[in-house]
């Protein structure tokens, strides 16, 4: 899960532990029990990573809303891994739209909030209007720095009105979520698009682009190519 | 309604009388009763337009999937306009998705697509992948042309996606729609690139872009530019 890059410039290198779609039966990425999700942090920061990306499951394995489990990851990872970011995933499909955010009040470093409604491969990814307005207030509240991910295009310029409106700090920083069936697809014509609209929309943001699992390395190419930070 | 562009190229002027959106008492646009929708349409008709979109409402001025009305329209528009295409909306925010493609059996020449979800003003515009494949089928089997209508960037490749899977007959006639809050914002830049992208992915597709109500004007004056079809 950890590649090095030589580059010259100073770059995130993101862990992302457990993805949101596939079980165990399907492939052997995700880590169910909290004790493996650590250790694995671990192991990746030691190697250099700096952001923990955290979304945690139920012993059925299915995406998992519970605080706490969230908060035994956090705690771990603070212990073992001194200074790293730690970020909590908001997504979750199949996951109760209220209970989403509701990990929040542990306060994590990052938190991932998506500012729109997309298709995923078997269903709407919900992220109505006023849900995305409540997330963004509650990680104000919080001071939880959100990270931004986008989906689709429309998502980019609601982010936008969400500075805008107060609801998010500047500079923000944007995830750019590509490879999703049904949602925007790996292609390097859309990376180089969303950067000229980022800049020109919200030009302080920083941002990085991620692939789900098959193009990943794909894009982390071009995301060097274009000046952004890593995702593994 | 009716604007006269001086332009060498032919192109397609639309008609479209109900927006789904505004009710009488915002804004004097929307038709409700049936007969003053044909007779909208018959002036439009006899100043050059070829083609009619239509969506109709219930009493209380509420977007209706009722066949009925569909039914009524498109025979009043045959025999007042012969020869003017009839297209059948199957938006409706707020209606049931199981009745949104209900009027379908009557046969219009052409019926909207949306091909993913999105967010709108006040919700999710849904679109579920099955719900999408579905109403393609339908419009298959009636012989009814979809306009496929993209609200976002992902909805350019799930039309495509469409296409290689036999539920969309290639060549494609696609509608950016712009403008609305929290899907794709008016931006001369975006159309570019959704024209640019549709070139590559699906290049015998043709093509219109409509703003919804306050920047029509502007996106009409790009379509002209970029070498598409208008909507009034
Ligand atoms: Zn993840
Ligand atoms: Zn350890
Ligand atoms: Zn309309
Ligand atoms: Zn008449």
């Known amino acids: 899960m950890q590649r090095i890059y030589k580059i010259s410039n100073p770059v ?3 862990v992302a532990m457990t993805g949101a779609i596939p079980r165990k039966k399907d492939c052997p990425g995700p880590l169910v029990k909290t004790s493996e999700q650590i250790e694995e942090i671990h192991k990746s920061f030691e190697a250099g990573a700096s952001l923990a990306h955290i979304h945690v499951r139920n012993p059925d394995e299915s995406p998992s809303s519970d605080p706490d489990l969230y908060a035994i990851v956090q705690a771990g990872i603070q212990k073992h891994c001194p200074g790293i970011i730690v970020q909590f995933l908001t997504r979750g499909r199949g996951r109760d739209q209220a209970a989403r955010g509701g990990m929040l009040f542990h306060r994590p470093d990052m938190a991932s909030l998506a500012t729109g409604s997309v298709n995923f491969p078997n269903g709407i990814y919900e992220n109505p209007p006023d849900f995305v307005d409540g997330l963004a207030s509650e990680m104000l509240k919080y001071e939880t720095k959100p990270e931004i991910e986008i989906f689709d295009l429309a998502m ?9 409106r107060g609801l998010l700090k500047a500079p923000v920083h944007i995830q750019f979520v590509m490879g999703i069936p049904n949602a925007m697809p790996a292609r390097c014509s859309i990376l180089e698009f969303l950067i000229s609209e980022l800049k020109t929309v919200m030009p302080d943001a920083t941002w990085t682009a991620a692939d789900v699992a098959r193009h990943q390395l794909t894009v982390n190419e071009w995301t060097l190519e274009l000046g952004g930070h890593i995702r593994t």
Not at 156 to 164: I, K
């Open 156 to 164: 980019l310029y609601n982010a936008a009105n969400l500075v805008e």
């Open 12 to 14: 995130i290198i993101t």
